[in-house]
């Protein structure tokens, strides 16, 4: 399984960018998906998730702020991010889960500045 993460760019804070991450390869059924994220400096976090029936969760940091959602058609997940921060400038990662191996994207860049 490859996935494939873009949408990242530099926005000014109070911006919104839409991420997308999309999976191919030896796809049977794709279960839980995530997005995670790692500032310059800090550990890789956690920020949001989607269960195969479309269930979701979010850390604290961006609750009230992004929505994750995915469309099981298109083996896609994405991440709306409103209100951006300069706190939320880090490299985005995508990862999917099949068959109890988790799988990761590789990354995309968001930078909030003005």
């Known amino acids: 399984v490859q996935l494939q993460a873009s949408g990242g760019g530099l926005v000014q804070p109070g911006g919104s960018l839409r991420l997308s991450c999309a999976a191919s390869g030896r796809i049977v059924s794709i279960d839980t998906m995530d997005w995670f994220r790692q500032a310059p400096g800090r550990q890789r976090e956690w920020v949001a998730f989607v269960s195969s029936g479309g269930v979701t969760t979010y850390a604290d940091s961006v609750k009230g702020r992004s929505t994750i959602s995915r469309d099981n058609a298109k083996l896609t997940v994405y991440l709306q991010m409103n209100n951006l921060k300069p706190d939320d400038t880090a490299v985005y990662y995508c990862?999917?889960?099949?068959?109890?191996?988790?799988?990761w994207g590789q990354g995309t860049l968001v930078t909030v500045s003005s």
């Open positions: 990862r999917a889960r099949q068959g109890g191996v988790y799988y």
